[in-house]
């Protein structure tokens, strides 16, 4: 419940924090440093200000607008309000807003200055996929499919931007990763949505649950998770052994596979689930990372 008494500093700091969803800072941090890291072999300024960026500016800006154009729809949704996303008071709206561009805008500068014209492009365009899978006119979270695409491109750009930005080489290896790594996000959006379905449909937001059904778009994450341990069977040793990492999310999310619309809520129990999971995967990651980085000294 909203009131006209103004906001005070430390409950603004708190809504802003939890918009931001620290629980996912790492998802978005971690691959632009480690395909940095990797590619220079060397920490460096630009790899401090950039992972800073990754970690707190971009996920405020990524999520807090979307808290702010998904408010109606978030009032309806039960599971809102901690980990999945705040319910924002309408006060905090222009605040947040305000505080998603300010924030970015000096580390953005930054790596303006230092990076390249292909840089500058990579980076533009993980905005403004950022900005505008909430925002309106173009609001691509509620264009079915085109949702879990954009979605994807929030959590790979990072890693893309980072191979551009310390001007590594491209081959099939690498992009067979990111490709892994695009069918991963596009799984664990779609996955995502289907909890969302009732609310969504209540608030008149479209989704790839909303206009496949929870059923179906089960199964379509089974299949992009699938397909991701696929791809990564072609990236260099020892990526191969990654492809088995997509297992627990397969067995997270299969009980589900079958799952009627009406029922859909009760897929946030695997979706919490989902969130651990990315720890640990991440954990995992790291061993083989360093595997390479030590085969590849």
Request: proline letters at 5%; aromatic letters at 14%; a positive charge.
């Amino acid at each position: 419940m909203t009131t006209d008494a103004p906001l005070r500093a430390n409950t603004v700091a708190r809504q802003l924090l939890i918009a931001s969803r620290p629980v996912s800072w790492i998802n978005t941090a971690y691959p632009f440093a480690a395909a940095y890291v990797l590619t220079t072999r060397e920490v460096d300024l630009t790899l401090v200000v950039g992972t800073l960026f990754f970690l707190v500016p971009y996920n405020l800006a990524m999520y807090g607008i979307n808290d702010v154009f998904d408010y109606e729809s978030d009032l309806r949704n039960p599971r809102k309000g901690g980990a999945h996303g705040a319910v924002l008071d309408r006060r905090m709206h222009r605040v947040t807003l305000w505080a998603s561009a300010l924030l970015c805008l000096p580390f953005v500068a930054y790596l303006a200055v230092v990076g390249s014209a292909v840089s500058w492009v990579v980076l533009a365009a993980s905005l403004f996929f950022v900005v505008f899978y909430s925002a309106p006119p173009l609001r691509l979270k509620e264009r079915p499919f085109l949702d879990s695409v954009t979605s994807s491109i929030h959590f790979f750009s990072p890693a893309v931007y980072g191979i551009v930005l310390a001007g590594a080489t491209w081959t099939p290896a690498l992009v067979a990763l990111i490709v892994a790594f695009a069918l991963w996000g596009i799984a664990s959006h779609a996955y995502g949505a289907v909890q969302d379905v009732v609310a969504d449909r209540e608030a008149g937001i479209a989704s790839i649950a909303t206009a496949r059904g929870a059923r179906w778009t089960v199964r379509f994450s089974l299949a992009c998770y699938a397909a991701a341990g696929v791809a990564m069977l072609a990236t260099t040793w020892p990526g191969p052994l990654a492809a088995v990492l997509v297992v627990p999310y397969l067995v997270t999310v299969w009980p589900y596979r079958s799952i009627a619309d009406a029922d859909a809520a009760a897929a946030t129990t695997g979706w919490r689930r989902f969130l651990w999971l990315n720890q640990f995967s991440g954990f995992a990651v790291t061993l083989l990372l360093i595997w390479y980085a030590i085969l590849t000294a």
